[in-house]
């Protein structure tokens, strides 16, 4: 909302909205509380709509969504705030919302806001099974990325079941020792891959991934 009010000072872009003077962030905030969870909704189920006619619009077939958690820290007794992961100020009160990106367009395709205990994968598949709703039937294929705290079989095998495919950054204990018995295809003059089945253990359970 404050980024809103610092673009709405430009006059050029106040001639385009049709708007005599910049658009007040207290402002915006206001309306929105008071409309209510149903304007909230109201408002949601439009920007779906809007990103549904853009994606349309754009004529891609296949995209990639970037999906991330972003700790929000609040300072008082903020409703739905709580301790929980925070690496810039341990302790602190904070959100911990999830949100996706298209990245042809970096445009934001959905975004949840959540409690500040929970933990970066909670709710991922209903995340990403309404982020998918959104897009319109044109768009056949989508690669998602995301990093290690997006690391859930759940997810892998709900995007795997559409026929989508994924890539997420996972940090492995001693990976330089499981990269050097690996077989190695050379690709280029400077870049060789591999690819290989990794069992851990978590929890006294093992599995394959």
């Known amino acids: 909302m404050s980024r809103i009010e610092e673009f709405t000072k430009d006059i050029l872009v106040r001639k385009l909205l049709g708007v005599d003077s910049r658009i007040d962030a207290g402002t ?83 975004s949840w806001f959540r409690d500040g205990t929970s933990y970066t994968a909670n709710g991922a598949v209903g995340f990403v099974q309404q982020t998918l709703a959104v897009l319109p039937e044109e768009v056949k294929q989508v690669f998602v990325r995301c990093d290690s705290g997006f690391f859930n079989g759940k997810l892998f095998d709900y995007l795997e079941e559409k026929g989508h495919e994924y890539l997420v950054k996972v940090k492995l204990k001693n990976l330089y020792d499981i990269l050097k018995i690996q077989e190695w295809e050379k690709v280029s003059r400077e870049i060789s891959q591999t690819s290989f089945v990794y069992i851990y253990a978590r929890g006294g359970k093992r599995a394959g991934n």
């Not at 004529?59 to 810039?88: A, F, H, L, R, W």
């Not at 100020?89 to 959100?95: A, D, E, I, L, T």
């Open 28 to 110: 915006i905030s206001t309306r929105i509380k008071q409309s209510g969870q149903r304007g909230a909704i109201e408002l949601q189920e439009k920007l779906f709509e809007l990103i549904n006619r853009w994606v349309r619009k754009s004529g891609i077939e296949k995209i990639t969504i970037d999906m991330d958690s972003t700790v929000c820290p609040v300072y008082g007794k903020q409703e739905g705030s709580g301790k929980g992961y925070n690496p810039v100020k341990k302790g602190q009160k904070s959100y911990h919302n999830l949100l996706c990106f298209m990245s042809q367009t970096k445009m934001v395709l959905n």
